[in-house]
């Protein structure tokens, strides 16, 4: 049985990625930070084949004791994140440095704890987003600047960790969620410039890192899945 980690285990797409990859046998360990209820939830509904643990990827002890408890493992995904929208004259040191410290340096701390781990010809996948090649939203700098160095990082770690380890990205459009209802501008902007005039949902996201995690061709690859808005 193949047997995977994913951070950010109970957000949109950590939950449809833990249901995919156990429905296809694998076990998976994910993490959680403060949404307990949700990662007891997706245990009970999996039972011993998902297991889930506190992880703060911005606390070297919380990913140590975490890690301790894992034996070898075939898969990382990095999913933990976080976003907010800010003009730049807004923007001070401390959000700069509160994102950074979790979308870049939180991913730094958990590979590399993780790595001595990882078996000869495993993988990490690492989530970064449609906002790391051009402008979205608007009011995203800091963001996209930190999604722009995941895309950094897993290149130049794919050619470090090569050929025992594959590593590859995994940059998503807008993802369907409950708080994106029709209200929303962000959903607006987004549906309207995509040629397939819709987000993209979790399952197929969970599709795409099941896809990149098998095929074992794959390194050094950053993968859009935005429904064409790139295009558009």
Request: aromatic share 8%.
């Amino acid at each position: 049985m193949k047997r995977m980690l994913i951070s950010g285990g109970t957000s949109t797409i950590g939950k449809a990625a833990v249901r995919h990859f156990v429905h296809n046998g694998w076990h998976v360990w994910f993490g959680y930070d403060t949404a307990r209820e949700k990662a007891e939830a997706l245990e009970e509904e999996f039972g011993p084949s998902a297991v889930a643990f506190r992880l703060n990827v911005r606390d070297n002890g919380s990913i140590s004791e975490a890690v301790r408890s894992i034996d070898d493992l075939d898969l990382l995904i990095n999913n933990s994140g976080i976003f907010s929208s800010f003009l730049t004259e807004a923007l001070t040191d401390e959000e700069v440095g509160r994102i950074f410290d979790v979308n870049v340096t939180g991913l730094f701390r958990l590979t590399k704890a993780v790595l001595p781990k990882l078996k000869e010809g495993g993988s990490i996948i690492n989530i970064a987003s449609l906002n790391a090649f051009m402008p979205t939203f608007g009011s995203t700098t800091h963001y996209d600047a930190s999604k722009g160095a995941v895309v950094a990082y897993t290149r130049s770690l794919a050619a470090e960790l090569a050929p025992k380890i594959r590593v590859n990205a995994l940059a998503p459009g807008l993802v369907a969620a409950p708080y994106l209802d029709e209200t929303s501008d962000i959903r607006r902007i987004f549906e309207e410039r995509s040629v397939l005039k819709r987000m993209v949902t979790a399952e197929e996201v969970a599709h795409a890192l099941y896809f990149m995690a098998e095929n074992t061709a794959l390194t050094g690859a950053v993968i859009p899945l935005d429904c064409g808005y790139t295009t558009g």
